[in-house]
């Protein structure tokens, strides 16, 4: 077996991963894998939803089912994957996916509070409107308004340029009616 140095390295480093969750197990297995001394993260979303005809302000995972964790995959590997509440390590074939540090510190950025994401509430937009994006990676970008998705906070855009159109999902408030643009 030919390793090279920096294999080596790169083995014993605490890389972050994605996890997916039992369902609505999120908290317990963030909980749970703190409890055994491992690094998460687990963003949450503040929104208000209308439950029983009232307004509520409901805390949930910003990616329902999912939760970062900061491991050194070859000593963590195996108790990660049998916490209680967990799922399995996210992995494309036979590969956990690793995930830039830069995308962990850009979420913890757009977070007012301790891991917590407050969202306005949504404006009022209907089907089939031009709405121009106004954030992200499609920002200045023209598209159709579809539908609001659940929570009320993600709408379903549908993306018109010259070479790709394509359904995207897209926090509400990243779009702006045509009209006001």
Not at 63 to 90: D, K, M, W
Not at 101 to 125: M, Y
Request: aromatic share 8%; charged share 25%.
């Amino acid at each position: 077996m030919n390793d090279s140095f920096s294999d080596r390295l790169r083995c014993c480093e605490m890389r972050w991963y994605v996890l997916s969750t039992k369902s609505k197990h999120e908290k317990q297995a963030e909980q749970n894998l703190r409890r055994m001394g491992v690094e998460s993260f687990l963003p949450l979303l503040q929104e208000q939803r209308v439950i029983r005809r009232k307004v509520r302000t409901v805390i949930a995972p910003l990616f329902p089912g999912y939760l970062f964790v900061r491991i050194n995959l070859s000593e963590h590997y195996r108790a990660v994957t049998y916490a209680r509440g967990v799922r399995r390590i996210v992995e494309f074939g036979a590969t956990p996916v690793e995930v830039d540090i830069a995308i962990i510190d850009a979420i913890k950025s757009r977070l007012p509070g301790p891991e917590v994401c407050v969202l306005e509430r949504p404006k009022e937009l209907s089907s089939g409107q031009l709405v121009q994006i106004r954030d992200g990676p499609f920002v200045g970008l023209e598209a159709v308004f579809m539908r609001q998705m659940s929570g009320h906070q993600r709408a379903m855009v549908f993306l018109r340029t010259l070479a790709l159109q394509a359904r995207v999902v897209l926090e509400i408030d990243q779009l702006i009616s045509d009209a006001a643009a």
